[in-house]
C-alpha cells in the first residue's frame, strides 16, 4: 500500500486532534477521591437532577424504584427518603459499599438494596419506576429489556441522554440538563 504525502499529514493531523481532544476530557475529569481507583469513577447526579427526576416520575410511597447504574446510591436513597422502596443495581463492589453506607447513613437502609450485579443480567420486573444516568448506546440497547420485563404504565426517567429514538412523554430542563420521562410501553 501506497501512502502519499497529503495522506500521511491528514493522519497525523487527525492523530494530533485525536491526542488533544482526549487530553483534555483526562484533564477535566475529576482526580480519584482518596482510597478510590478511576475505575469506580462516576459522574454523580446533582442533588436538584435527583429530586427532578424522581418528581418528574411522580414517585410515591407505594413504588418501587430501580436505579440502574446506581453509583454511590443517591438517586435510590432518594427515593427511599420519598417513602418508596428502592434498588440500587451497580457493577462496582466498591461503589456498592459505598452506596450502602450512605443508605445507612441517611437511615433509609431499610427501605433499600443495593445489587452488585450487570444491568442487563438484572430482573427488574416489580420496578414501578425506573431511573437512568447512561450513555445514549447504553439507553438505546436496554431499550428492548425495559419493554419486555416492565408492566405497562412504568415511567422510566433518563438525566442528559434520550433512548436515541423514542419521543419522551416530558422533557425537563434542570440546571441545564435534560430529563427525560417515558412510559412504557416506549415505542
Known amino acids: 500500500m501506497r501512502v502519499t504525502g497529503e495522506a500521511l499529514r491528514f493522519a497525523v493531523g487527525v492523530g494530533a486532534t485525536l491526542a488533544i481532544a482526549v487530553s483534555v476530557v483526562f484533564a477535566q475529569a475529576p482526580a480519584p477521591a482518596p482510597g478510590r481507583s478511576a475505575a469506580t469513577q462516576f459522574p454523580p447526579s446533582p442533588p436538584e437532577v435527583v429530586v427532578a427526576m424522581l418528581k418528574l416520575a411522580g414517585v410515591t410511597k407505594g413504588d418501587v424504584v430501580y436505579d440502574l447504574g446506581s453509583g454511590d446510591g443517591r438517586i435510590p436513597i432518594a427515593a427511599a427518603g420519598m417513602g ?64 419486555r420485563e416492565l408492566k405497562p404504565g412504568t415511567r422510566v426517567v433518563s438525566q442528559s441522554f434520550d433512548m436515541g429514538g423514542p419521543k419522551p412523554k416530558a422533557t425537563i430542563d434542570v440546571s441545564g440538563r435534560p430529563v427525560y420521562l417515558w412510559v412504557v410501553p416506549i415505542r
Request: aromatic residues 4%; charged residues 25%.
Open 84 to 147: 418508596a422502596r428502592a434498588v440500587g443495581v451497580e457493577i462496582s463492589p466498591e461503589l456498592v459499599a459505598q452506596a450502602v453506607a450512605n443508605a445507612e447513613k441517611e437511615g433509609v437502609a431499610g427501605r433499600v438494596r443495593f445489587l452488585q450485579r450487570d444491568l442487563f443480567e438484572t430482573d427488574i420486573s416489580e420496578a414501578t419506576v425506573v431511573t437512568l444516568y447512561l450513555l445514549p448506546a447504553l439507553n438505546a440497547k436496554l431499550l428492548p429489556k425495559l419493554n
